[in-house]
């Protein structure tokens, strides 16, 4: 089984600083993908940025990168130079090995404060 | 805009009756999953198609049944509607079977509301 978890239901930041979205994930699949995804207010799910559980390096997307710590199983979404547009709720996924579904966690609501 | 369409965007209806929710792929995606969002559960896989065939089911309720169609387009049939229902019901899609390395584009969602 796969467990994601995100213990921050709620974040307050001052634009244009940098925020870190913790999660951690739990399985026993040696290979897995991790995704995090932003929902905004109007509802649609926006695919921002993906790990392998195989790849060495952190994966960056513009002002998005993914701080992957595999021994602890974390797989933190940071964002730079936060922007009002930014506010919405961050959800950590993953997808494990012959499992084709994601599993997400409960989400992260950020807010940007001007 | 990720390229998946669903329709409609909402939908109001009463206990139950039943929906059809429809979704199409992103151009070139031969994978479509059902995933439902609701204040209770989170967010929850239902089912996957690839290529017109069943590939994958998560928690979804017998009262509820999809489809995929040859030009790839899927269906989600809500029958017997219940008030729990209620829900924002995601399709997204992928271009492959669902490898850990394929990334699924989600549609807008369609708003369900069962009163």
């Known amino acids: 089984a796969q467990k994601i978890t995100q213990t921050q239901p709620g974040m307050f930041v001052q634009e244009k600083e940098a925020v870190t979205l913790d999660c951690t994930y739990d399985?026993?699949?040696?290979?897995?993908?991790l995704f995090w995804y932003k929902q905004p207010s109007s509802g649609e799910m926006i695919f921002l940025i993906y790990?392998?559980?195989?790849?060495?390096q952190n994966a960056t997307e513009g002002r998005y990168s993914l701080n992957f710590q595999k021994a602890r199983k974390s797989a933190n979404l940071v964002i730079s130079a936060s922007q009002l547009g930014d506010s919405a709720m961050y959800f950590c996924?993953?997808?494990?090995?012959?499992?084709?579904?994601?599993?997400f966690g409960t989400g992260t609501r950020l807010t940007i404060i001007p | 805009d990720s390229g998946v369409t669903q329709t409609p965007k909402h939908l109001i209806t009463a206990t139950g009756q039943r929906v059809t929710l429809r979704c199409s792929p992103r151009s070139g995606d031969l994978s479509v999953y059902w995933y439902q969002q609701s204040l209770d559960q989170g967010l929850q896989f239902l089912i996957q198609?690839?290529?017109?065939?069943?590939?994958a089911k998560g928690n979804i309720l017998e009262r509820f049944s999809a489809q995929q169609f040859p030009d790839l387009h899927s269906e989600l049939n809500l029958s017997s509607l219940e008030l729990g229902d209620s829900a924002l019901y995601f399709c997204a899609s992928s271009v492959g079977q669902g490898a850990f390395t394929d990334t699924q584009y989600f549609g807008p969602g369609t708003r369900l509301t069962v009163l």
């Open positions: 790990q392998g559980s195989y790849d060495e």
């Open positions: 996924a993953m997808e494990g090995f012959g499992n084709e579904k994601l599993t």
């Open positions: 399985t026993s699949d040696q290979s897995y993908g």
């Open positions: 198609y690839y290529n017109g065939e069943e590939r």
